[in-house]
């Protein structure tokens, strides 16, 4: 069935970038609404200046659904298009996982989705799910993913932002009724456990080759990027930004909370550029220092770098801003 699909993906994406290749800048445009990049510049804007609590809810869904993703794909190994046909052109950033299901898709339906729990407008909640959809057709347009990919993201993604909801309460009643100590325990053994179950599925994938023709295909749409649809690259960044987000939030309202809606507009552009400033500091400085690979002691300074990202972003920022008088202390 899966290569059914896939046939018939490849004639509509054909067709699509035959005909209609005068939108690729607007599914580009679509398609960058749904990179994480995106997503971590809105949930520090939430996080920072507009609702703390919101800020965490819309980063843990992201590193939830992320995780999620990758599982997934490593599960199905399902090629993309692009690997597949090489009359498909690979219109965006080279892509080296697997495609089933599609990330944009799933993070689109789950992270915007519960972006859209926030507002009782109908026109900015209509707006919201128009962006869903434009990011999960973008993806077949730009030949990165088949029809199925963004169906299973799709349909994965709203069943995890039902799941979320339904349980989110409950979970964090329980969660907060915990010692500091045992939530920060909890989460970080819960992120190691993410991260050990990820490198359980690649073990039980057994052989781990690829069909040439998929290599082939990649290499002619990329000839300077090779594709590693079995690394662990996103899964460790992903679970270990879980446990820095959650890690700080936890230490920022055990010591006063942090009001994000409080100070001027000066204060707010302030705040968002140093906090930014943080982030690039130490994802691409100490990215540069660390080193990279797939062995055991990269992936665990790759893990200290997400880690602190998440920790900056939730409790070292807010504690910033408060030090140099750009924010307040707080509930809001």
Not at 5 to 14: E, K
């Amino acid at each position: 069935m899966l290569e059914n699909l896939m046939a018939l993906s490849l004639t509509v994406i054909n067709f699509l970038q035959t005909n209609l290749a005068f939108l690729t800048p607007i599914m580009r445009f679509f398609t960058f609404l749904g990179n994480e990049e995106f997503y971590l510049l809105i949930m520090p804007l939430f996080l920072w200046s507009l609702d703390y609590d919101a800020g965490i809810r819309l980063g843990l869904m992201l590193m939830t659904s992320g995780t999620l993703n990758t599982f997934m794909k490593l599960s199905f190994q399902q090629p993309r298009p692009y690997w597949v046909s090489a009359d498909i052109q690979d219109l965006a950033s080279p892509m080296g996982s697997f495609g089933l299901p599609s990330g944009h898709s799933q993070n689109a339906a789950s992270v915007i989705g519960l972006l859209s729990t926030f507002t009782r407008h109908k026109w900015l909640k209509g707006t919201l799910y128009f962006t869903i959809v434009m990011i999960a057709l973008s993806r077949l347009f730009l030949g990165v993913h088949s029809l199925a990919d963004i169906v299973l993201g799709l349909t994965i993604g709203l069943f995890l932002l039902w799941t979320f909801l339904s349980v989110e309460e409950k979970i964090a009643k329980a969660f907060n009724g915990l010692t500091v100590l045992l939530r920060i325990l909890i989460v970080f053994a819960i992120s190691l456990a993410l991260i050990l179950l990820g490198v359980l599925i690649n073990a039980l994938s057994g052989d781990q080759s690829l069909p040439a023709v998929w290599v082939q295909n990649a290499h002619l749409a990329h000839p300077q990027t090779e594709i590693s649809p079995y690394s662990l690259d996103g899964l460790v960044s992903s679970a270990s930004v879980l446990f820095g987000l959650i890690a700080g939030s936890v230490w920022i309202k055990e010591t006063g909370g942090y009001n994000a809606k409080a100070g001027s507009l000066v204060k707010h552009l302030l705040r968002f550029i140093i906090g930014i400033v943080g982030v690039i500091i130490i994802w691409k400085g100490l990215g540069g220092l660390f080193p990279r690979g797939e062995d055991l002691l990269c992936q665990c300074f790759r893990y200290l770098r997400y880690a602190l990202v998440g920790l900056w972003i939730a409790g070292l920022a807010p504690k910033m801003f408060v030090a140099l008088k750009l924010g307040e202390r707080g509930r809001k």
